[in-house]
């Protein structure tokens, strides 16, 4: 498989897998995801948007979680196939 | 002797239903010193000992950095703690464990709950829990919460930990590798010069904090003697670590306890299969693109029913029995001071606290049942993007919109928000959103001034202002009071769960009951202030009651019949009461306030008794209601309608005789939508923000946004030619 370059979070679309790569946030933000399993390696799957298109519905670590475009904006993720 | 034991774990791992489970109903509910977080503490007995539980707030990290962290750290680390008892959502194991190799960390004994083990295993999930027992080092008893199993096991075990019987707690933590341990060592090296510091919290636990880049650690370690020296090493291990290690030392101890509990995991743990959970194919309708929005409405609609139709049969209720209280009592007592204090008071002082509690009740039950259901995030994941545009979070929607049925619960519902400036913002706010009190002065002043098609205009027209100014002071507010940005929206989605009654039951009757108990004396205090401004010193004039006491009985006199005696009688009482109201310490404050208001009540400066109007603002602080009734009473004239007319007397004398014109009229509505919360909203705004100082703001902010529109509204309106 020939390595892409990591997007931001926030382009990948309902059902899109990804690997995280970097938390780009700083300060508070950067540690609550680094506490909710926002770690290199770490697998995801974006589930889906909200009705009104913002937060994003995602599955890592085996739970679910929503995180706004700003938030998902600042993590890097490689994309997986499926 | 007593064991103290405290119950940590993530939100959403049913912490709270095991701590019901384990102290029934001997449980108490304040808040942690200085914080508005509330704590629940309580007490069991096993074999002869007292284990007092005291359950922490849910989190997913004990970084410090909420309010909730700070507090459950803060606790954990204190001497009073014997007794960790960390609980576990089996169904989401790895992310639990997170937070127990801090817990670990923090150097106390900790005992592990595998909760909901049902849940695992539906999804196929089997853990092996003598194998965890042995990773974790500390006995694991699985439970199953809310079915309460296990609960036995568990007081057992803890009983035996306390005397002593059971030591099946050993030391395990994190092993972060050999570069990471060499910093860790030298930091704890220079933290142990300095002995308070060492003493005050496991020095490897600070020096792990320190890695983190933790801002209240650095707090800590800047107080003490050796903070340079710390300082130092700190910088020097950062700059071995991070281009070593190809990160910064937060990413670096967070990649390790995952880790840690990812090894754990899948040496102990089955995989799930990939079956469709039911939490699944619930969310594929319950936050279904097209349907999410009109079900939450549903929801929303069935919610505001429940607490404000339903709630207001028993509302009722109450406050007929009060009204026969004091009908009873002022036909039966002598008419003067101590009678109008109890009826003119006391009983609609305690009436006006106790009415609220069957809303209270209901809609906090609500609440607790969408927050314990799962659907609580639901909520918020669907209206978040509406509210983020406000300044606000997804959360802030459903106190905004029960805000319409009674601020005073709304506010208590605010307390669903984690983030306390989200939190804050909303609570102060909502006063903004016109309640069903508010509707009632809306409905006389413009049904007296309009037309009826033009007074519902201006009755939704009022609603409308309300929830746009609500929105507009939120922006205002978020970019005033906090200049950082808003905090973070990282929110779980739970699994879907059905709640024990009996968990919601004893959440009504706790907020029922802290309703009463803080609230209450505040909201009773203030209608008595508001009772004695509005009566003295004419309540006190003995020759007034003896003549109402001679008009009385020459109408009792006259022989009439019933009816007609009856209304001469209220016409006679209305007169006296209109007598001491009119000369009343709050008469004197409305003629000396009343140049401030000329602008928006009386702009041509020709009314006369525009200083009335202040008088029945000032008792629309106990609750807007009592505007209408107190009208009544400055204007002698009754607000019931005769028989076959459209306007009640009130209206009547208003139109006539109050020089309100329809301009003013509505500058009078804008100006009770906005000026200030009632009594009990602010009463509650204390509360809950933990101050006087937020409810005094609202209040100023009311007054003079209040002033500002109606006055805008008046100079607008003349200016396109209204009167």
Redesign the interface.
């Known amino acids: 498989m020939t390595q892409n370059p990591p997007i931001p979070l926030s382009l990948l679309q309902p059902g899109d897998q990804g690997e995280v790569v970097l938390v780009q946030a700083k300060g508070q933000v950067r540690q609550r995801l680094l506490e909710m399993g926002f770690i290199r390696g770490a697998r995801l799957r974006v589930e889906k948007l909200a009705p009104l298109g913002d937060p994003m519905e995602l599955v890592i670590k085996g739970y679910h979680l929503s995180l706004r475009r700003e938030e998902s904006s600042c993590i890097l993720v490689q994309p997986v196939a499926g | 002797m007593t064991l103290t034991v405290a119950l940590a774990g993530n939100p959403n791992c049913g912490k709270t239903t095991l701590f019901n489970a384990l102290t029934g109903a001997r449980h108490h509910v304040g808040n942690w010193p200085g914080v508005t977080v509330e704590r629940r503490s309580g007490t069991f007995e096993h074999g002869g000992t007292t284990m007092e539980v005291v359950d922490l707030p849910g989190t997913?990290?004990l970084?410090a950095?909420s309010e909730d962290e700070r507090v459950a750290v803060h606790f954990l680390a204190s001497p009073e703690v014997d007794l960790v008892l960390n609980v576990l959502d089996a169904s989401?194991l790895?992310?639990n464990l997170?937070l127990s190799t801090q817990l670990l960390e923090l150097g106390k004994p900790v005992a592990f709950v595998l909760n909901m083990v049902d849940d695992a295993e539906n999804r196929g999930v089997r853990i092996d829990v003598p194998a965890l027992e042995l990773l974790l080092g500390g006995p694991i008893i699985p439970t199953v919460g809310n079915r309460e199993q296990g609960i036995d096991e568990l007081k057992e075990l803890l009983g035996k930990m306390a005397r002593g019987e059971s030591n099946r707690c050993r030391r395990i933590t994190v092993d972060y590798g050999h570069d990471i341990e060499g910093e860790l060592a030298k930091l704890q090296t220079e933290i142990c010069r300095d002995e308070q510091l060492e003493a005050s919290m496991p020095p490897r636990w600070l020096a792990l904090q320190l890695l983190?880049?933790?801002v209240e650690a650095k707090r800590v370690v800047g107080e003490s003697h050796a903070s340079e020296a710390i300082t130092q090493q700190l910088a020097r291990s950062f700059a071995f670590l991070e281009p070593h290690l190809g990160?910064d030392g937060?990413?670096l101890v967070?990649?390790r306890r995952?880790g840690f509990a990812h090894g754990l995991v899948k040496e102990v743990a089955s995989a799930?299969d990939d079956k469709k959970s039911p939490?699944a194919r619930l969310?594929a309708l319950l936050?279904?693109?097209?349907l999410?929005?009109p079900i939450f409405i549903g929801v929303l609609a069935l919610m505001y029913s429940l607490s404000f139709i339903l709630g207001k049969i028993p509302q009722d209720w109450i406050a007929d029995a009060f009204k026969a209280l004091s009908t009873f009592a002022s036909a039966r007592l002598p008419a003067g001071e101590l009678t109008s204090l109890l009826v003119d008071g006391v009983i609609p002082g305690l009436s006006a606290v106790i009415v609220f509690v069957p809303v209270i009740m209901i809609l906090m039950g609500c609440i607790a049942f969408l927050e314990d259901t799962g659907y609580m995030?639901r909520a918020a994941?669907?209206m978040?993007?509406?509210m983020?545009v406000m300044g606000l979070h997804g959360k802030s929607f459903i106190p905004l919109i029960m805000g319409s049925g009674c601020n005073v619960p709304a506010i208590q519902a605010a307390r669903t928000i984690e983030s306390p400036q989200d939190r804050l913002i909303t609570m102060l706010v909502t006063p903004l959103v016109s309640c069903s009190a508010r509707l009632q002065v809306y409905i006389v002043i413009a049904g007296t001034f309009f037309s009826p098609f033009k007074a519902a205009l201006a009755i939704i027209a009022m609603h409308f202002l309300g929830l746009g100014l609500a929105v507009l002071m939120g922006r205002l507010l978020r970019s005033a009071l906090f200049s950082g940005?808003s905090?973070?929206?990282?929110?779980?989605?739970?699994?879907y769960r059905l709640p024990m009654l009996k968990a919601t039951l004893i959440h009504m009757w706790e907020k029922g009951s802290i309703f009463l108990t803080r609230a209450g004396t505040t909201i009773f205090a203030g209608a008595t202030l508001i009772w004695f401004l509005s009566r003295y010193p004419g309540i006190a004039n003995r020759e007034w009651t003896l003549e109402y006491q001679q008009q009385r009985q020459a109408i009792v006199a006259l022989n009439l019949p019933v009816a007609e005696a009856e209304d001469r009688l209220k016409a006679a009482q209305l007169a006296h009461e209109s007598r001491i109201v009119n000369t009343s310490l709050a008469a004197r404050l409305g003629q000396k306030v009343e140049p401030i208001l000329r602008p928006i009540l009386d702009p041509d400066h020709k009314r006369a008794e525009a200083w009335k109007d202040v008088i029945a603002l000032t008792a629309g602080f106990v609750a807007k209601e009592i505007v209408v009734s107190t009208m009544a009473v400055i204007h002698q004239a009754s607000e019931e309608p005769k028989e076959g007319e459209r306007l009640s007397p009130l209206q009547v004398a208003l139109r006539d005789g109050s020089g309100l014109t329809p301009l003013t009229a509505l500058a009078f509505m804008v100006f009770t939508l906005i000026y200030t919360p009632c009594i009990g909203t602010i009463a509650m705004i204390r509360r809950e923000a933990g101050s006087w100082r937020w409810a005094s703001f609202t209040v100023a902010y009311g007054l003079v946004l209040g002033w500002g529109l109606a006055w805008a509204t008046v100079t607008l309106g003349r200016a396109m030619g209204f009167a």
Do not use: K, Q
Request: proline residues 12%.
């Open positions: 997913y990290s970084a950095r989401n790895e992310r997170y983190e880049n933790n990160a937060a990413t967070a990649e995952y799930p939490t969310d936050t279904h693109r097209l999410g929005i995030a994941f669907i978040d993007r509406l983020h940005p905090s973070p929206f990282v929110m779980e989605l739970p699994p």
